[in-house]
């Protein structure tokens, strides 16, 4: 399977994106996804994490009040909403897969990554 995370872009403080995480080669309803960010030098960051029913999610701290996790089944694609968007926002966006069960919070854990997208957040 292959991952295609989409939806980055430039917004201004306090704006909202809507990431979009797809599949192709297989069914992304057979994962477990996870989003994590990445800024320059440093490691990828947990961001949230969802189970196989979309009934399961996590989202880490700093995010958790902002930030959404859901995905739909039926479009076979898993999505981030993030709201109340801070420059400290500003990273590269991964999405990412597992087909061992339960859900899963750091990137090593994960088998299969997409390209990444951008987020800006000016100030």
């Known amino acids: 399977v292959q991952l295609q995370a989409s939806g980055g872009g430039l917004v201004q403080a306090g704006g909202s994106l809507r990431l979009s995480c797809t599949a192709s080669g297989d069914t992304l309803n057979r994962y477990i996804v996870g989003w994590f960010r990445q800024t320059p030098g440093k490691e990828k960051e947990f961001v949230a994490a969802?189970?196989?029913?979309?009934?399961?999610?996590y989202t880490a701290d700093s995010v958790r009040d902002r930030f959404t996790i859901f995905r739909d089944t039926a479009e076979n694609t898993a999505y981030l909403q993030m709201n109340s968007l801070k420059p400290e926002d500003t990273a590269v966006y991964y999405c990412?897969?597992?087909?061992?069960?339960?859900?899963?919070?750091?990137?090593?854990?994960?088998?299969?990554w997409g390209q990444g997208t951008l987020v800006t957040v000016s100030s």
């Open positions: 969802i189970n196989l029913s979309g009934g399961g999610t």
């Open positions: 990412a897969a597992r087909d061992r069960y339960g859900l899963a919070f750091h990137h090593n854990e994960y088998d299969i």
